[in-house]
C-alpha cells in the first residue's frame, strides 16, 4: 500500500511536470529566462468609445509570412542566402499574429476628427463587415548579423468597401543592436511600433 502510495506522488509530479513543459511549447528543451512580445506605443485608453458600423470599421487581417517567421523563434540573417535562430530567444506566440494585435491597437488608439476612436476589428473576431480590411505580407521581423540591426519590413494591402485597392512597403531598421535576446526584443519592438505608426497614419489618408 506504502508503495502504491509512493508511485501515485511520483507520477503526479512526473504528469505536473510534463504539463508544464507543453504549456510553455518548448519540447522539453531548456525554458529562455523570458518569452518576447509585441506592446503598443500607443493604446486606446480604458472606456474609450469606438464608433463604427459594418461599413465603415476596420478588420486588420493575420499579416501572411514565409517559413522561417511561422515560427516562434527570432530569424537572424547570417549571409545573402543562409539563416538562423537567435538563441535562447522566443515569441511568446508566432510573430504574424503579435503583429496583427500591434497594427489593430495602434489603429484603435488613433483618435477621429469628431473624437472617441475607430471601430477596429481582428480576422479572428467573427463580425460581418463589408468596410476596409487591411491584410498584407510580413517579410522580415528579426535580427540581421552583418549590419548588427533588427528589421521589421511589412507589404500593406488595403482593400476598401467598394473593392479598391492599395498597396505600401513598410520598413523600420534599428541599428547598433547586440546579438542577446533581451537588446532584440527591445528592438524589434521599437521597430515594430514604428511600423505600426507608419501604416496607420497611411490607413487615415
Given at each position: ?30 525554458a ?40 516562434q ?27 496583427r ?5 495602434t ?15 481582428e ?41 479598391e ?13 547586440s ?16 511600423v ?10
Amino acid at each position: 500500500m506504502i508503495q502504491t502510495v509512493k508511485s501515485l506522488r511520483f507520477a503526479t509530479v512526473t504528469a505536473a511536470a510534463l504539463v508544464l513543459s507543453g504549456c510553455l511549447g518548448l519540447g522539453g528543451g531548456k525554458a529562455p529566462p523570458s518569452l518576447l512580445s509585441l506592446t503598443p506605443a500607443k493604446s486606446a485608453p480604458a472606456g474609450a468609445v469606438a464608433f463604427g458600423t459594418g461599413a465603415t470599421a476596420i478588420m486588420v487581417m493575420e499579416p501572411d509570412t514565409d517559413k522561417r517567421l511561422a515560427v516562434q523563434r527570432v530569424p537572424v540573417q547570417v549571409s545573402a542566402s543562409s539563416i538562423a535562430y537567435l538563441k535562447d530567444a522566443l515569441w511568446v506566440e508566432r510573430p504574424a499574429r503579435l503583429f496583427r494585435g500591434l497594427l489593430a491597437e495602434t489603429l484603435r488608439a488613433q483618435p477621429l476628427p469628431g473624437g472617441g476612436g475607430r471601430l477596429v476589428l481582428e480576422d479572428d473576431q467573427a463580425a460581418p463587415l463589408i468596410g476596409t480590411r487591411l491584410s498584407g505580407r510580413l517579410l522580415d521581423m528579426g535580427y540581421d548579423a552583418r549590419e548588427m540591426a533588427v528589421v521589421v519590413r511589412f507589404d500593406a494591402f488595403r482593400t476598401g468597401p467598394s473593392g479598391e485597392v492599395a498597396t505600401r512597403r513598410f520598413e523600420s531598421v534599428v541599428s547598433g543592436v547586440s546579438a542577446k535576446p533581451d537588446a532584440v526584443g527591445a528592438a524589434l519592438n521599437r521597430a515594430a511600433n514604428d511600423v505600426a505608426g507608419q501604416v496607420a497614419e497611411w490607413m487615415a489618408q
